[in-house]
């Protein structure tokens, strides 16, 4: 189980990376993988409202941006007793327990390098590309403001 | 079923359609105290709590509601099942609970410990839930009050005659005082502060 520091950054990452994955390709890369798991659900897959913070600049103070539908799942892998969860934004149930079903397989000290290699590596690659290209077309727009020194204060 | 020690237990599959068939049971028991309702879903009690118990706590109980355990359910299962399905506070004192877990019939501690309302808000009070091996209607104390035409025998397993006495004395600062709910392997039933609890004299 993850319970040191360094573990909860990693399985914040995997997480992440589970959450924000595009369905299509997740179940595509979760088949062609043929790991097999039985499970017990132990809390959903069931689709809630949470209430979405920001920060205006990352570091103002949070004000509510707006409610999100969110659907969550529980599971507990059958052999290890693992809890996996996730909540990935949108309705999609299926996504949901896939995510954690692969969080809960993540914390499996033999099947996780697996899991990483197969499934999280390429989700991840994509993902990355994906922020690169958003964040390179916000790039684009950014205005620099040049101001000339008046000497007034001085 | 039973939960693996450690591992935490599965709550209601279809919460809203289990809870509700759940509660119609436990809105029943209260509707006609002694009556022993059967109920059976599919939460996976952590132990020492019957499955019946599990199915009453996660029905009634929210983030609103803080949670009592007596010293048999105050367990690290227990605890993490019910903050995992229902988000409820624990604490350790039952002035400030809304409901009291028992697992040991046999040590119910005295109801004046609970919160009992105020004549202007009775329904301020605690909700007890006591969990028995057995329910049974064919001996024991006898039930009169609302909801019950003549009387009602009514037996819980482990129960002593001095915690009925106690019940007895709740009903006496009706309208204010705590409801019992109890619960056996697969059923519940209540004994809501309205009712008279005898304990039979031996003849």
Redo the contacts between chains.
């Keep these: 189980m993850a319970d040191s520091g360094l573990n909860i950054t990693r399985r914040k990452k995997w997480m992440a990376v589970l959450a924000k994955a595009d369905w299509e390709q997740l179940d595509t890369l979760w088949q062609q993988s043929k790991l097999k798991q039985s499970y017990?659900?132990?809390?959903g897959p069931?689709t809630g409202l949470i209430m979405a913070q920001g920060r205006m600049g990352g570091s103002g103070a949070p004000f509510n941006v707006g409610e999100v539908t969110v659907t969550r799942c529980?599971v507990?892998l059958a052999e290890s007793?693992v809890?996996g969860h996730a909540y990935v934004m949108g309705r999609n149930k299926k996504h949901a327990e896939t995510a954690a079903l692969l969080d809960g397989l993540m914390q499996d000290p033999s099947l996780g390098p697996r899991v990483s290699e197969d499934i999280i590596a390429p989700l991840q690659q994509v993902y990355a590309a994906r922020r690169q290209h958003m964040q390179a077309k916000a790039a684009a727009t950014k205005v620099d403001f040049f101001t000339l020194v008046r000497g007034e204060d001085d | 079923m039973q939960a693996a020690s450690g591992a935490l237990g599965v709550g209601f599959l279809d919460p809203a359609m289990d809870s509700s068939r759940v509660f119609r049971s436990i809105m029943n028991a209260i509707a006609w105290p002694g009556r022993i309702k059967k109920i059976a879903t599919i939460s996976e009690a952590p132990e020492p709590l019957t499955r019946a118990t599990s199915d009453v706590l996660l029905t009634l109980i929210d983030v609103d509601t803080p949670v009592w355990l007596d010293s048999g359910a105050n367990t690290e299962d227990v605890r993490s099942y019910l903050r995992f399905h229902t988000g409820c506070p624990i604490v350790d004192e039952p002035a400030s609970a809304a409901f009291g877990v028992v697992s040991n019939p046999s040590a119910v501690p005295s109801l004046s410990a609970f919160s009992q309302g105020t004549p202007e808000y009775p329904d301020r009070s605690a909700t007890v839930i006591v969990q028995s091996s057995e329910l049974s209607n064919s001996e024991g104390v006898i039930f009169r009050g609302p909801g019950i035409a003549d009387e009602q025998m009514f037996s819980a397993s482990g129960m002593s005659d001095s915690t009925w006495a106690d019940i007895q004395k709740n009903h006496l600062g009706f309208p204010i005082g705590v409801d019992v709910i109890l619960t056996g392997p697969d059923c519940v039933a209540a004994c809501p502060r309205s009712v008279t609890v005898t304990v039979r004299e031996l003849v």
């Design positions: 017990d659900l132990v809390r069931e529980t507990r007793n809890l």
